[in-house]
């Protein structure tokens, strides 16, 4: 994979570990798995599993042993991904053995069909594939049938392979990045929270809600926008698992899938021309003001990353119904840290939490910024970066694909070829960004006005940000 931001500053711009793996290759490197031993096996249950530690092998991902797996007080060391084949009792779930909820992924492998009919709705899918997740207690469930076998995610990803067993390419391709990039809420340690009016004055703020309300009215009847899957309806072992879950989704009524969000105007200066390498430090500072180094067309340029501000739905809402007074929050990203403002006044036992997916929208932002300061450079003509200043972008991610026909004039299209993790990953953030990048290129190299960008993420969705409102992107992706 190419990077055109140097790893160090890409941590620096996004605050994730300067260590994240981007390509498949490094994420196979840093897996380690442990197979626990099943309490009940059938013969293709045992023949998967052999397969799958085969295809590890030859791919020279590390399996480690008992040793190496527990820790001192019997628990799962950090960063060990547990494979769990057939279906275990209450106390020998491993779920038991993790010291946090966000130190290991845990996958369980069941001989029997996935929950999914032709007949059934994508929601229902999704309900069926998040009440597995929640009564086996497992982030990740492979389903096993007679020719085929297929991993279903806690985001709602399905993907099916032709064959009785795991080939080492569709574990490399598709399996390692799903065990290497967790699916993790904002943390309280992870942002700074502020209660109060949001960062908009009035007008703007009854435009945005507008825009919103437009939007959603749009996507209503569309069944690919997944509105809500409550972790009330799951059916859980006992209270205690509930709770487990609660605790994972950081005390969320349940799981919303897509997203609508709104950049406020950005003003970014233009770009630097770099003379020679740039140094290997993740920012560099001149005159008291910060620049990380962007590699763009086979030449250097000195980036200022400017605080960006979204407007977007909280987590949990009914998002094409949105109550503007209650369902919107800010949230900032100033060079590396993350500040989500919730509304003033909110009714008791309203739960104001930011999204999943908050580092990507943050990405999505600051790729745009980034985007409007090469163009202040190279196309001093160029469109966008005044657009972007007077009015703001719009972000729409929903988990579904484009047709090609109808993606608007000026989008560019990128990350059909990424590995496929899902949106509230650090991965699927730096994707964000450094995709936005390519697809400047790209309408560069075709002579194009670059007016945004349609973001394939695989086995997942689509992010399309850009200078159409809301609505107008709705109307475009939702065309009748």
């Known amino acids: 994979m190419i990077t055109n931001i140097p790893p160090a500053s890409l941590a620096y711009l996004l605050g994730i570990p300067s ?24 013969p293709r249950l045992q023949s998967f599993t052999d397969s799958l530690a085969n295809a590890c092998r030859l791919l020279d991902i590390a399996i480690v042993d008992e040793s190496a797996a527990f820790d001192p007080e019997g628990r799962f060391k950090p960063g060990i991904v547990v494979i769990a084949p057939g279906t275990f009792s209450d106390e020998r779930l491993a779920i038991n053995r993790v010291s946090t909820l966000y130190n290991n992924i845990i996958v369980g492998i069941h001989d029997e069909p996935p929950p999914l009919t032709p ?16 009564w086996e207690m497992v982030h990740i469930s492979i389903y096993l049938a007679a020719e085929s076998w297929t991993v279903c995610t806690m985001n709602g990803g399905v993907v099916t392979f032709g064959s ?13 990045p799903k065990l290497t ?24 703020f009854r435009k945005i ?53 709104r950049q406020l105007p950005c003003d970014a200066p233009p770009a630097i021309p770099l003379r020679g390498e740039p140094e290997t430090e993740p920012f560099l500072c001149r005159d008291g003001r910060y620049y990380v180094p962007v ?28 109550d503007p007074e209650t369902d919107l929050v800010a949230l900032c990203l100033d060079r590396g840290r993350i500040t989500l403002i919730t509304p003033g006044n909110l009714p008791e036992g309203t739960i104001s939490r930011p999204s ?32 972007l200043a007077l009015s703001g972008a719009s972000m729409t991610h929903w988990h579904g694909y484009p047709d090609r026909a109808i993606i608007p004039e000026g989008y560019f299209l990128h990350g ?13 953030a730096a994707y964000s960004l450094l995709g936005k990048i390519e697809a400047l290129e790209q309408a560069l190299g075709e002579g194009r006005r670059y007016r945004g960008d349609v973001h394939i993420e695989p086995n997942h969705g689509t992010n399309i940000v850009g200078l159409l409102s809301l609505e107008q992107t709705a109307e475009r992706i939702n065309v009748k």
């Open 19 to 42: 260590s994240t793996p981007l390509d498949t290759d490094e994420m196979r490197k840093r897996l380690r798995l442990f197979f626990l031993q099943a309490e009940k096996n059938s």
């Open 119 to 134: 007949s059934s709705s994508p929601q229902e899918k999704l309900n069926g594939i998040v009440g597995k997740l929640a």
């Open 164 to 176: 009785p067993g795991p080939r080492p390419s569709d574990v490399l391709e598709t399996l390692v």
């Open 181 to 204: 990039a967790q699916v993790v809420p904002p943390r309280p340690s992870d942002l700074d929270v502020r209660q109060g009016n949001l960062p908009a004055d009035p007008a703007t």
């Open 209 to 261: 809600s507008s825009d919103f309300a437009g939007s959603g009215k749009l996507w209503e009847q569309n069944d690919v926008l997944l509105t809500h899957t409550s972790r009330e309806s799951l059916h859980y072992r006992s209270p205690f698992y509930r709770k487990i879950v609660a605790r994972y989704l950081d005390r969320r009524s349940g799981m919303s899938y897509g997203f609508f969000a």
């Open 295 to 322: 590699r763009f067309r086979g030449e250097w340029f000195l980036v200022e990353p400017v605080p960006v501000t979204v407007i977007a739905t909280r987590s949990g809402c009914r998002k094409t119904r949105i």
């Open 356 to 387: 999943f997916d908050t580092l990507t929208i943050l990405s999505h932002a600051l790729g745009n910024a980034f985007i409007a300061a090469l163009l202040k450079t190279l196309e001093p003509a160029a469109r966008f970066p005044g657009a």
């Open 416 to 428: 059909l070829d990424n590995p496929p993790v899902s949106c509230s990953t650090p991965q699927s």
